[in-house]
């Protein structure tokens, strides 16, 4: 299947600061990612949707200006948290939606600690 | 609205069992449904998949699932589980019908399947 890599895979950062986390889609250019957030054994949460060029769509209730989306190519977005809180600590996770395929391929995931 | 529910918060099995994870789903109209895999801090790895066709759908690893339009179910099966299928599993259902229409996934709260030696 395609390959979605999701860097970094853990990052820890101090209360404040900003943190970016980037997926990319290594064989294949992807029409739409996603972002997701999960909780310690919880379903994953959309965050927002991406389109290569445009506006990430967020979903409700999901904070614009401190989830920081850009999907500059079609293989490549980055999601922003910025001035990061305790409460911002979570497992974050792409996936990325090829034109010819009907299933998601999803990134490593990666684990935010604020401190 | 689409929705997924995975009834169970756990199931546990002996190795060598077989196991059966359940999702049921709510949409409109014909649904693309999926199971996932997650592994302890790792992203999701894709099973399988119903989009048409028939309505049993074998998938990665030994595992397969069945479509049943009536009961509006796709359980996930496998004829003989083992140790390191031990895991957290998830059904989705892909949102094709929003106004958007996004293709995004709609996910069951998850199911983790412990295997036992």
């Known amino acids: 299947g395609a390959v979605v890599s999701q860097h970094p895979s853990w990052v820890i950062c101090k209360s404040g600061t900003s943190v970016k986390i980037e997926c990319r889609s290594l064989?294949?250019?992807?029409?739409?990612m996603f972002w997701y957030r999960q909780f310690p054994k919880q379903s994953l949460m959309l965050m927002a949707t991406?389109?290569?060029?445009?506006?990430?769509?967020?979903e409700q209730g999901v904070e614009k200006d401190k989830f920081l989306i850009n999907h500059a190519s079609l293989t490549l977005s980055t999601l922003t948290v910025t001035s990061a809180h305790p409460e911002d600590s979570s497992f974050y996770i792409c996936?990325?939606?090829?034109?010819?395929?009907?299933?998601?391929?999803f990134g490593q995931g990666t684990r935010l600690t604020v401190v | 609205a689409q929705s997924v529910a995975q009834p169970e918060d756990q199931v546990n099995v002996a190795e060598g069992n077989p196991l059966t994870v359940k999702c049921t789903y709510s949409?409109?109209?014909?649904?693309?449904l999926f199971w996932y895999v997650q592994y302890p801090n790792r992203g999701l790895q894709f099973l399988l998949k119903?989009?048409?066709?028939?309505?049993l759908v074998k998938g990665s690893y030994g595992f397969e699932a069945e479509f049943n339009k009536s009961q509006t179910s796709f359980h996930l099966k496998k004829p003989s589980a083992l140790v390191s299928d031990s895991a957290l599993y998830f059904c989705?259902?892909?949102?094709?019908?929003?106004?958007?229409?996004?293709?995004?996934?709609?996910f069951g709260q998850g199911t983790t399947l412990q295997v036992k030696p």
């Open positions: 064989d294949f250019q992807a029409t739409t």
């Open positions: 949409v409109s109209g014909n649904p693309y």
């Open positions: 119903y989009i048409t066709g028939d309505n």
């Open positions: 991406s389109n290569e060029g445009s506006k990430a769509t967020y």
């Open positions: 996936s990325a939606l090829l034109v010819s395929e009907t299933e998601a391929f």
């Open positions: 989705a259902v892909r949102d094709i019908y929003g106004s958007s229409n996004t293709g995004k996934l709609i």
